[in-house]
């Protein structure tokens, strides 16, 4: 696990930047139905995405919430008054507070199954009868576009992906939320090259190849064989699913929930 309170100077730079964080804000509000209320983004971050809801939906009332302390200063630089320090886990709202949550780039990062239903189910608990819940699954799949990259990384050792779409859906409907969209945004300026990719794993971004060891300089050894050291390969495309909470009076289990998978 990166530590992200050393991260966060540079989390924006190493990770596609604005034009990312265009990319995901524009394909989460396609999510969202419009009009006035209040938006909950879970594990805002730097708030780069947060500040952007919040631009594109002057009706809405936007707070952003993060775990890690330096994250919250910079999103609070972004959004005065709107960043408050919350664990996904335990959010400090009263149920039914917000008309919208979202969480772009947390559950990937829950490596406890107990954790990944927990952030779920506070998301959902928030939730007022009638609102959408917005999240990205699958995320470390979206790197994998077929690259020579890619074929010399198709060896290494991952771990389950705690954000896989079917575990994401199964949690939301245990939780009373019923699948309502589904939606995608490229990861802007995050294509690998062989160098870069280097960089990651001796930085500990691919978690189970941990710097210093032999395997992970293996790996290391062989993306430096490849071509075009600096040439970055196509940009990931992250996947996006949408659940609604049923209105006041609808019962949890109706005919939608079939639609889980």
Known sequence: ????????????????????????????????????????????????????????????????????????????????????????????????????????????LLVDPDDVRAAVGECARVLRPGGTYVTTVDKAAAHDVGSDIDAVLAARPRRPAPDAPGTVTAHAVRYGLRPAGRGAFRGAGQGRSPRSTIADLRRGWFTLLPPGEPRTEEFATRLAALPDQDRRRPDPRFGLRAFRKPAAGVAPGGPRAADAR
């Open 1 to 108: 696990m990166l530590d992200y309170e050393k991260e966060a100077d540079d989390y924006d730079a190493l990770r596609g930047g604005e034009a990312r964080a265009h990319e995901a804000a524009q394909a989460v509000l396609a999510l969202i139905p419009g009009g006035p209320g209040r938006l909950l983004d879970v594990a805002c971050g730097t708030g780069i995405v947060t500040r952007r809801l919040a631009a594109a939906r002057p009706g809405l009332r936007v707070t952003g919430a993060d775990l890690t302390p330096a994250m919250v200063r910079r999103a609070a630089a972004r959004l005065p008054g709107a960043i408050v320090r919350a664990d996904s886990r335990r959010l400090p709202f009263p149920s039914g507070s917000f008309d919208a949550v979202t969480s772009i780039w947390l559950l990937h």
